[in-house]
């Protein structure tokens, strides 16, 4: 079994509907991530938390909200999906132990492909 | 300018090839590097982390230049395998304290 999971896989939406991407995780791991991924632009991160109570907004935080329902979940909402928010997003894992060290790894889930019409 | 740079590519390189893709990062405070490998459409997975100057595994060589603010990744004896795109993430603190991707280099290896 996967160690991060995210659902749905793909999702086509209509612009104004609000649509929530899940993220579950069985690593063990406290902090949590959303990326979004663009062509040519890399990945860019949406919002970080490091713990249940800790939720920070990331590079491109504007018309998304987080939830840290537990410390294996984190889902991105989107409140009023437009069309420039289609992209490939990603939820991604690390350990505060190794963070920012020559250790330090994330692990990310396998992307949720989403189109906004 | 871009907090991370890299070659887009695509590299087309033939088995048995080496190859080398740079990468340079803006922020001088950046303090970690690592190559990361992302198949097509697939999540990016750690490939090798930066120390120092430089780290070897097996065929994949990655060394760091602070004067210069680049990290470079070499691949010898390319395989059909190593079909993929090439992130360079440099780890930096400050607004959110998190990993900077670049956009990625893509390598085609062809028979």
């Known amino acids: 079994d996967a160690d991060v999971t995210q659902t749905p896989r793909n999702r086509i939406t209509k612009t104004g509907k609000r649509i929530m991407l899940e993220c579950s995780q069985t690593k063990g791991h406290d902090r949590m991530y959303w990326y979004r991924q663009d062509p040519g632009l890399g990945l860019r991160l949406i919002y970080y938390s490091f713990d249940v109570k800790d939720i920070n907004k990331g590079e491109i935080s504007d018309g998304y909200s987080v939830s840290r329902q537990a410390q294996a979940k984190f889902s991105l909402s989107l409140e009023s999906a437009i069309p420039n928010q289609t992209a490939l997003y990603f939820c991604?894992?690390?350990?505060?132990?190794?963070?920012?060290?020559?250790?330090?790894?994330?692990?990310f889930g396998p992307g949720t492909r989403l189109t906004v019409l | 300018r871009k907090e991370v740079e890299q070659d887009p590519g695509p590299f087309n390189v033939p088995e048995g090839a080496t190859v080398a893709f740079n990468c340079t990062y803006s922020?001088?405070?950046?303090?970690?590097f690592f190559w990361y490998r992302q198949d097509c459409r697939k999540e990016p997975k750690l490939l090798m982390s930066?120390?120092?100057s430089g780290n070897e595994d097996g065929r994949f060589t990655a060394q760091l230049n602070r004067a210069s603010q680049y990290i470079s990744l070499l691949i010898r004896d390319s395989k059909l395998s190593d079909s993929a795109t090439y992130l360079c993430v440099a780890y930096s603190r400050g607004g959110y304290n998190k990993l900077i991707f670049g956009a990625g280099t893509r390598l085609a290896v062809h028979p």
């Open positions: 991604a894992t690390s350990d505060s132990g190794t963070s920012g060290g020559p250790k330090d790894t994330q692990y």
């Open positions: 930066v120390y120092s």
């Open positions: 922020n001088s405070a950046s303090q970690s």
